[in-house]
C-alpha cells in the first residue's frame, strides 16, 4: 500500500530563514506527486505539483519541490521564509488512477 | 466559479447519535473525495464517487458510508458515533478523480462527539 512520510512535525524558523520539508513516499510505480498548503481558518490548496519532465517543479508564493526518483523523495523548500508562510504543509500522492494519500502534515512556524 | 461547499460547517453530537455531512463539487466537477483530518494523523481517505458509484474506499469501519448523487452532489453519513470520530471531515472534487487532476477542497465539517 502506497505511504506517504513526513519527518518534520512542527518547523519553527526566523523570517527570511531557508526552508526544507521532507517528503518520503513508498510505492514503486509510477506516481504523482503534490504540496498542499493550508493556512490558518483557511481551505486546503495547491501549492504545487510533479506529474511528469522536469523533477523541479515551482508553485506559488516561492515555493519549489524536487523529485528525486532513486530516493523516493519530494522535498518543499523556499530560500526566504516569510511570517504569512506559517502554515501547515502536506505532502500527497497517487498512482495514475488511485486515490490520494496524504501525509501526517507539517506545522511551520515563522516568527518575524 | 463557486467553490466546495461543504454543510454544516459545525455541529455537535453525542455518542450513539448519527450524523449526515453535505458536499457540493465545483460545477462540472464528478468525481468527490472524502477525507478525515485529525492533528497529528493528517488527512485520511475516506472514500472516493465518481458518477455515483465508490470507486475507491480507505481503511474506515462500516459505520461510515457514504453516496453520490446524479448531480454529483455527496453526502457521508458515520452511524453510532464515537468519541474518536471527533475531526475535520472534507470533501474534495475534481473532474474525473484520474491521478492527475487536481483536488480542489471544502472548507470542510467539524464534528464535534461529547
Known amino acids: 500500500a502506497q505511504s506517504v512520510s513526513q519527518h518534520n512535525h512542527h518547523v519553527i524558523l526566523s523570517e527570511a530563514a531557508s526552508l526544507e520539508l521532507g517528503c518520503n513516499y513508498s510505492?514503486?510505480?509510477?506516481?504523482?506527486l503534490f504540496w498542499y498548503v493550508q493556512y490558518p481558518g483557511q481551505h486546503l490548496q495547491l501549492l504545487l505539483k510533479?506529474?511528469?519532465?522536469?523533477?523541479l517543479v515551482k508553485g506559488i508564493k516561492g515555493f519549489e519541490a524536487e523529485f528525486i526518483k532513486s530516493k523516493f523523495s519530494f522535498n518543499l523548500r523556499k530560500p526566504s521564509v516569510q511570517w504569512s508562510d506559517t502554515a501547515e504543509y502536506f505532502c500527497?500522492?497517487?498512482?495514475?488512477?488511485?486515490?490520494?494519500?496524504f501525509g501526517t502534515g507539517t506545522r511551520l512556524q515563522v516568527f518575524p | 466559479k463557486a467553490g466546495v461547499t461543504q454543510t454544516p460547517r459545525y455541529l455537535i453530537k453525542t455518542r450513539g447519535q448519527q450524523v449526515t455531512l453535505s458536499c457540493s463539487p465545483i460545477?462540472?466537477?464528478?468525481?468527490v473525495s472524502w477525507y478525515q483530518q485529525t492533528p497529528g494523523q493528517g488527512l485520511q481517505f475516506l472514500f472516493e464517487?465518481?458518477?455515483?458509484?465508490?470507486?475507491n474506499k480507505g481503511n474506515f469501519p462500516g459505520r461510515f458510508s457514504g453516496r453520490q448523487f446524479s448531480n454529483s452532489r455527496s453526502e457521508m453519513n458515520v452511524s453510532t458515533l464515537e468519541l474518536g470520530d471527533s475531526a475535520l471531515y472534507l470533501c474534495?472534487?475534481?473532474?474525473?478523480?484520474?491521478?492527475?487532476?487536481?483536488?480542489?477542497f471544502g472548507a470542510g465539517s467539524r464534528l464535534t462527539v461529547l
Open positions: 474534495a472534487s475534481s473532474y474525473t478523480g484520474d491521478g492527475a487532476n487536481v483536488l480542489t
Open positions: 510505492y514503486g510505480g509510477t506516481v504523482n
Open positions: 510533479y506529474f511528469s519532465g522536469d523533477p
Open positions: 500527497a500522492v497517487n498512482a495514475q488512477t488511485d486515490k490520494l494519500i
Open positions: 460545477s462540472g466537477h464528478r468525481s
Open positions: 464517487y465518481f458518477s455515483e458509484t465508490q470507486r
